[in-house]
């Protein structure tokens, strides 16, 4: 399974970006999907899974009502679209695939990685 994550950038207070991450695999679809993000000096934190359907989202206090996350398990594609963004928001962002079908929110969870895509956010 390979990740690769795109569509970061720079950004000011209050905008919005959608981020991608196209997956290539034959079992797309049998696995929940997620999006962490790193700040520099800081742990790799959880943003937002998906489940394998997309039926399930579950998202981090800091950015629920701000986020989406969706898939498109026809395209073997992964989206979180940000709004409303905030200079806190600026890390380097990864997407995720678990070992298997259920959703999680921590990292040791997740098998398979993106190489990250920075999203910088500014006054």
């Known amino acids: 399974v390979q990740l690769q994550a795109s569509g970061g950038g720079a950004v000011q207070t209050g905008g919005s970006l959608r981020l991608s991450c196209a997956v290539s695999?034959?079992?797309?679809?049998?696995?929940?999907m997620a999006w962490f993000r790193q700040a520099p000096g800081k742990e790799r934190e959880f943003v937002a899974a998906i489940s394998w359907s997309g039926g399930r989202t579950d998202y981090a206090d800091a950015v629920k009502d701000r986020f989406t996350i969706s898939r498109d398990n026809g395209a073997n594609m992964l989206y979180l679209q940000m709004s409303s963004l905030r200079a806190e928001d600026t890390a380097v962002y990864y997407c995720a695939a678990s070992w298997g079908m259920i959703m999680y929110i921590a990292a040791a969870d997740y098998k398979y990685w993106g190489q990250g895509t920075l999203v910088t956010v500014s006054s």
């Open positions: 695999t034959y079992t797309f679809d049998r696995h929940a």
